[in-house]
Every structure is written in C-alpha cells, then in structure tokens.
C-alpha cells in the first residue's frame, strides 16, 4: 500500500513545474494545466487557483475571486463523489500572464526543494470519505469566502493559503500537511467572519 501510494504522489517541486509556463507562451491558460493534470486527481487541480491567489498576481482585482469560484466548484465536486474533476469553460478560460507566472514558480521552486525533505505519504486515514469530505468542505468555505474578502486587500492571502496547503497534502498524500490547512481555515474563517461585515458594508 505505501509503495503504491508513493508511485501515485507528487513532489511539491514537481506540483509547480506543472504551474510553470512554457518559455514560447505569452499568457497561461488554467486549461493548459487542466490538460496535463486531470488524471492526478483534485489536489493539483485545487493547488493551481489558490497558488496563484498566494502570489503577486492575486493582487489583480478579480483574481481572488475567480479563484475562489474556481476552488468552490472543484471541492464541491469532491463533496459530490466526482471520480474526475470537470470545470465549465469559462472557468478554463481563465488566465494570466505567463512571464509573471513563471518568473513566480523560479523563485518559489529551490524552497519547495527543501519542503519536499518533509513531504512523505503518510495519515492515510485522509482518504477516509469522512475526512476527505471535511477536507473539500473546508476548501468549499475557503473558496466562498475568497469572494467577499477581495474587497479587503490581502485578506484573501489566508484562505487561499490554506486551500494550497490542504492541496500541496493531497498531491502529495501526506495527510499531516492536509490538517494543517485545515487548522489555518479555520483560522481564515474566524478572521474572515470578523471583517466580513466591513467588506459587505
């Protein structure tokens, strides 16, 4: 069972060479990338809208929220007990700029290196559907309240944060990392709800 799990896992390192442009490519499409993961399950699919929400370029009014909505309907799939993850092509259409984007993934990359040392397949009861489903719940959550808090600046940052981390121990199957996203949304939604309302208002 763990020789397997291991064959099926990603690296970190390998997660963003996925997320990395091609040098000939002027903007990166998320069905590029939707092209090239769909087979390894909704981890990875999760981990590229809340990278991307993590960095500079989510700093771009309707990023956050695009990647929210993004997030919400691939965890809302794993809710459902969708075996592959499917997305509308509005959705797939989404994009953004491929020097930032790339230039983004080669300064992130030697860290993830060093991350990987602690990444290992482990906590298998994640793939529990009990666990597995409090994992997309709380990537459901993160992504609804993405939506609100853009009107925040940088408030997004810890939602998208945890959804990442959660999908980082997806890929991964390294459920002890997937718990810790979950303690950091819990942590976004409690700091979500209390300035919710100024958002609103």
């Given at each position: 069972?763990w020789?397997?799990?291991?064959e099926?896992?990603?690296?970190l390192?390998?997660?963003l060479?996925?997320m990395?442009?091609?040098?000939?490519?002027?903007?990166?499409?998320?069905?590029?990338?939707?092209?090239v993961?769909?087979?390894?399950?909704?981890?990875p699919?999760?981990?590229?809208?809340?990278?991307?929400?993590?960095?500079?370029?989510?700093?771009?009014?309707?990023?956050?929220?695009?990647s929210?909505?993004?997030?919400?309907?691939?965890?809302?799939?794993?809710?459902?007990?969708?075996?592959?993850?499917?997305?509308?092509?509005?959705?797939?259409?989404?994009?953004?700029?491929a020097?930032q984007?790339?230039?983004i993934?080669v300064?992130?990359?030697p860290?993830?290196?060093r991350?990987?040392?602690?990444?290992?397949?482990?906590?298998?009861?994640?793939?529990?559907?009990?666990?597995?489903?409090?994992i997309?719940?709380?990537?459901?959550?993160?992504?609804?309240?993405?939506?609100?808090?853009?009107?925040?600046?940088f408030?997004?940052?810890?939602?998208?944060?945890?959804?990442f981390?959660m999908?980082?121990?997806?890929?991964?199957?390294?459920?002890?990392?997937?718990?810790?996203?979950?303690?950091i949304?819990?942590?976004?939604?409690?700091l979500?709800?209390?300035?919710?309302?100024?958002?609103?208002?």
């Amino acid at each position: 069972m763990w020789a397997k799990t291991a064959e099926r896992s990603m690296t970190l390192t390998e997660l963003l060479s996925k997320m990395q442009p091609r040098a000939s490519q002027d903007l990166f499409y998320f069905a590029d990338f939707w092209d090239v993961m769909e087979k390894r399950g909704f981890g990875p699919m999760l981990a590229l809208p809340s990278f991307i929400a993590c960095t500079p370029v989510g700093a771009i009014p309707g990023v956050p929220s695009l990647s929210g909505v993004t997030i919400l309907l691939i965890a809302l799939q794993i809710l459902l007990g969708s075996r592959h993850p499917w997305l509308p092509q509005k959705v797939m259409d989404i994009h953004c700029d491929a020097d930032q984007l790339r230039n983004i993934v080669v300064k992130v990359k030697p860290h993830a290196a060093r991350v990987d040392r602690f990444l290992v397949p482990r906590c298998f009861f994640m793939r529990k559907p009990v666990f597995r489903s409090l994992i997309a719940l709380n990537c459901v959550g993160c992504g609804l309240v993405m939506i609100p808090l853009e009107l925040i600046p940088f408030m997004g940052l810890i939602p998208a944060l945890a959804v990442f981390i959660m999908a980082v121990g997806m890929a991964t199957d390294d459920g002890a990392v997937a718990l810790i996203g979950v303690t950091i949304s819990l942590f976004g939604f409690a700091l979500g709800f209390e300035h919710l309302p100024n958002a609103i208002g």
